[in-house]
């Protein structure tokens, strides 16, 4: 999942977070074609250049570089190894993207049934299980999603995001604060941590 979306009601600022949702699949999928399909097993989360992308991510200075960054790990995030798996991972975002969630909800069990053991294919079923108010489902799917891929910021993000919808502000707080462990650049999750933080009564050390 992406962004950090506020909760209404409770005075959280609004975040584009579906805007970011439908261009950064492009996005990286653009850079996925420059980076070509490897075809190996080093694809996906397992690719070993992802650890070295963490460290420029956490190191990196000017949004420019966050966010060339940030899209090359998408990038090997969405990278499947496989042709027909990397269509069928596009073709669901176009229809989450349109509206169509039945048809991507149906193309993402698909990925998810083929490829339990990628982390997007998670990711992006519970983003749209999100879009779709199934937010217990969500958080079932970004579980999954943590265990093929701890670091996802994407996905820990969405996991405070489902927990502000389910009230449950500490966990929210706790999802994001790990988010940025990870990816220190996310400003909505920075300002949804400060406003949390606030209202827990919790101070930074």
Known sequence: MLGA?????????????????RCLPAL?????LALG??????AD?????????????????????VRQIELQIWARWFETGSEEMDRMLLSGDRALSMGQY??????LNGVIELRP????????????RYLMGDYQGSIADIDETLKLEPRHFGALSGLGLCHL???????????FERALIHNPHMQGVKRNVKELRDRLGRHAI
């Open 165 to 175: 919808r389910l009230g449950n502000e500490e966990e929210a707080l706790d999802a």
């Open 45 to 65: 989360q397992n690719d070993p250049a992802l650890d070295g992308l963490f460290r420029d991510l956490k190191a990196a200075q000017s949004p420019q570089l």
């Open 28 to 32: 990286a999928l653009v850079l996925l």
């Open 117 to 128: 053991d990628l982390s997007e294919g998670w990711n992006r079923r519970a983003t749209l």
């Open 102 to 107: 039945n048809r991507s909800y149906a193309i």
């Open 37 to 42: 399909t490897t075809g190996t097993a080093l």
């Open 5 to 21: 979306a506020a909760t209404p009601g409770l005075g959280w600022r609004m975040v584009s977070w579906r805007r970011s949702l």
